[in-house]
């Protein structure tokens, strides 16, 4: 678990979780998009807000670890209320629940708005830390639509897996364009110039990528199939973490929330390999 303290200095300013929520709401555009969770306030701690603690996923060794820190609010990327979980609050999500409400302590969830969002979002911050210039939408035609397309100095295979590495800390999968005998000396000498991307659980866009021409899609996590649709469609694929990619948009979030509001905001880094 890391800690990261992304706020201006702490001082002893007191917001309403509405005003809070209504910021980022606008902010984000949340109402524009069509979610399968809700976003906004999801859990009402029922107490103004002092600090506040941000993470990827409101998990309870995130809830513990805003408990420790005395945070009166959690802003994260992954909530609750999933399309298709199960409606009660009982069980793992029961216990989350209880542990955030007996502490007082707020929930505020956005999903795809933080994806998507052109400053803050977990795209736009991906794109920067690999140097990628953000050109257009994967879907052209959608009018919220999530994922991009980049472009960047032109750059082999190997130099782009070493400057993944070297940004999220840990090595991508990289599964090679094409699957032909001959093809080894042709897929070193590639080089890639435009990227799909879009963080997370985004792996089945690589055929929108391949569709737009691109010469590698980035996302986050890995399927059986993905190996397949990249070598068929003959576009290189980097899985590089649905962690690991989605860290970003929260925390730039934090920094707007924090500047906005001169209230003191963490982020903490609860690990996940996945
Ligand atoms: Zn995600």
Redesign the pocket.
């Known amino acids: 678990m890391t800690a990261i303290d992304i706020s201006t200095e702490s001082t002893n300013t007191t917001i309403t979780v509405e005003a809070l929520t209504q910021f980022c709401d606008d902010y984000l555009s949340a109402n524009a998009f069509k979610d399968y969770v809700p976003n906004g306030l999801q859990v009402d701690g029922g107490r103004p807000i002092q600090r506040i603690v941000t993470g990827v996923t409101a998990c309870e060794a995130l809830i513990d670890a805003a408990i420790a820190d005395n945070a009166d609010a959690i802003m994260v990327?992954?909530g609750y209320f999933w399309k298709g979980e199960p409606a009660t609050i009982t069980g793992m999500k029961g216990r989350r629940i209880r542990k955030l409400m007996q502490h007082g302590i707020s929930m505020i969830g956005y999903h795809l708005p933080l994806d998507a969002h052109p400053v803050v979002g977990n795209n736009a911050m991906l794109a920067e830390m690999l140097d990628l210039t953000i050109t257009g939408p994967l879907y052209p035609t959608e009018s919220h639509p999530v994922g991009n397309i980049a472009t960047c100095v032109p750059q082999s295979v190997d130099d782009l897996i070493a400057k993944i590495t070297q940004a999220l800390g840990r090595t991508p999968l990289h599964i090679a364009a094409e699957y032909h005998e001959n093809s080894s000396s042709k897929t070193s000498n590639r080089l890639i110039e435009r990227i799909g991307i879009c963080?997370?659980?985004a792996q089945d866009m690589i055929e929108q990528a391949a569709l737009m021409g691109c010469d590698a899609f980035i996302s986050?996590e890995i399927s059986e199939r993905t190996t397949h649709i990249a070598r068929e469609l003959g576009i290189d694929y980097f899985a590089c973490g649905?962690h690991a990619t989605?860290r970003g948009g929260i925390q730039a979030l934090g920094k707007i929330v924090s500047q906005e509001f001169g209230v003191p905001v963490t982020f903490i880094d609860i690990d996940n390999p996945a």
């Open positions: 990327h992954h963080t997370g659980g986050g649905h989605e």
